[in-house]
């Protein structure tokens, strides 16, 4: 392997006659599962999980004029050599939609002040009502990773962009990309130079207020790369992809019979457990827990006690958290047993979105 430079980009050779220079190293993409493959969440967000301003596929959030817009699902309706897409199903006729992933500020904080490009594969189901999808680099002049993620003021009428909210401004003129029935590759360049900006958010969207019920938009494949030209989508290994997403959102428990961890009563009608995080979280997370008759147990001394929640007890921060009952359970102080969820609704997951 020999390194040389060739002006202001490193080249590696290997052995084998391959190169890999500054375009073309990992991790050129600032979007984190651009390729839809992490659905941590779940699969399919139907009406009460696909509302305005809310996380569904791991670090993409929905953005639509009203709730239960669209349906959302990961979806195997992908162009050749993708896995996944975000399909966006319309629900809710005539009513703009689209998703936004804001990028941390130590993930993009290089690449403000210069230009950057944004690149994405997308299709639609029909032209009839599709007609107008458009794409945009949105920065954030606000207080650093404290995004107000609703960007959106007003939706505007068909073919006019969105106004955005107060910190938030369009890097590039966003315009009809005239998407169609094929997956197509469609990019834009902007230069981020508004003043004071923190943070860069990704938004796709359609721009029609006459849409049919059951006309999906999907899209795939999404880089921000510093610079003015779209490279190859970096694919990165499942498992990096995964780690990326938990900074943000770990999924702990989904399901019934899944151990959580082991418990000890504190007092005879408290227990309490630590999680530890695979990862650092981006911040101390919140917890996001189902709850539900009996959702829970802890099983001791040849008996289960089951309860109907777990919360934090104050003690959480970016490596770990202790979850606790106080009010279902009754054992003998000083007894320790494994705590599981026994539902098939039982869920705890911990979240630190922007």
């Not at 606000?142 to 107000?148: F, L, P, R, Y």
Request: hydrophobic letters at 35%.
């Amino acid at each position: 392997m020999t390194t040389t430079i060739n002006g202001s980009s490193p080249s590696i050779t290997f052995s084998d006659g391959s190169a890999q220079t500054s375009a073309t190293r990992p991790f050129q993409n600032r979007i984190i599962n651009g390729g839809f493959n992490i659905a941590q969440r779940g699969t399919s967000f139907v009406s009460g999980a696909n509302d305005n301003d809310t996380y569904n596929l791991d670090r993409w959030y929905v953005l639509s004029d009203g709730n239960d817009a669209v349906d959302i699902t990961q979806a195997t309706t992908v162009p050749t050599g993708a896995k996944f897409s975000i399909g966006l199903d319309v629900e809710t006729a005539n009513k703009k939609f689209g998703i936004a992933q804001i990028i941390e500020n130590a993930n993009c904080f290089d690449a403000i002040g210069g230009a950057v490009t944004l690149s994405f594969q997308a299709k639609v189901s029909s032209t009839t009502k599709l007609d107008n999808i458009k794409c945009a680099i949105v920065a954030w002049s606000g207080t650093a990773d404290s995004v107000t993620s609703d960007i959106i003021s007003a939706w505007e009428a068909e073919g006019t962009n969105p106004t955005l909210i107060a910190n938030a401004t369009y890097e590039n003129t966003p315009a009809n990309l005239n998407v169609t029935t094929s997956f197509a590759t469609y990019s834009v360049t902007a230069n981020v130079d508004t003043a004071s900006t923190s943070n860069i958010i990704v938004f796709i969207w359609s721009d029609v207020t006459d849409t049919t019920a059951g006309d999906f938009l999907y899209v795939t494949n999404v880089q921000l790369e510093k610079g003015s030209t779209a490279t190859s989508f970096d694919y990165r290994p499942y498992g990096t992809e995964l780690a990326l997403c938990q900074r943000y959102y770990f999924q702990y428990v989904k399901g019934t019979n899944q151990s959580i961890a082991i418990g000890t009563y504190y007092l005879s009608s408290a227990v309490f457990c630590v999680v530890q995080f695979p990862v650092t979280m981006r911040a101390t997370p919140t917890l996001s827990s189902t709850t539900g008759t009996n959702f829970y147990g802890i099983y001791r001394d040849g008996a289960g006690d089951l309860f109907n929640s777990l919360s934090f007890d104050g003690y959480q921060h970016t490596n770990s958290a202790i979850l606790t009952n106080q009010t279902e359970v009754s054992g003998t102080a000083g007894q320790a047993g494994f705590i599981t969820a026994t539902n098939s609704s039982s869920a705890i997951g911990f979240q630190a979105e922007l």
